[in-house]
Nanobody, 127 residues
Framework: QLQLVESGGGLVQPGGSLRLSCAASGGTLDDYAVGWFRQTPGKEREGVSCIASRTINDGTKYADSVKGRFTLSRDSAKNTVHLQIKSMVLQDTAVYYC??????????????????WGQGIQVTVSS
């Protein structure tokens, strides 16, 4: 199991952009699928953006609510996956978590719920 650290959250105005990062240690992140999940009070945690293990196909899956606005990318040199968010809307306000799973496709990653979660990072969209 990798150790993951999320960063890049904060306060942004509607229409603005943000980049979240998920940095890994303890292994090679390219071997893992990475998913970004978000949760708001009273709602279930949902997988919004997932990227497959590079050894599978590096494919991506996005929830319908974020398609065209969220983009995943890998920085293999930094053992990091970035989530670029643009055209932000109020409904993007949530705590965001990243998670990993070895040798997994993107769709499976978004359906996966690890037993343990990290701290997550707050993203707030507000004027």
């Amino acid at each position: 199991q990798l150790q993951l650290v999320e960063s890049g959250g904060g306060l942004v105005q509607p229409g603005g952009s943000l980049r979240l990062s998920c940095a890994a240690s303890g292994g090679t992140l390219d071997d893992y699928a990475v998913g970004w999940f978000r949760q708001t009070p009273g709602k279930e945690r949902e997988g919004v953006s997932c990227i497959a293990s590079r050894t599978i196909n590096d494919g991506t899956k996005y929830a319908d609510s974020v398609k065209g606005r969220f983009t995943l990318s890998r920085d293999s040199a930094k053992n990091t996956v970035h989530l670029q968010i643009k055209s932000m809307v109020l409904q993007d306000t949530a705590v965001y978590y990243c998670a990993d799973r070895l040798y997994t496709a993107a769709e499976s990653m978004c359906a996966f719920r690890p037993e343990f979660w990290g701290q997550g990072i707050q993203v707030t969209v507000s004027s």
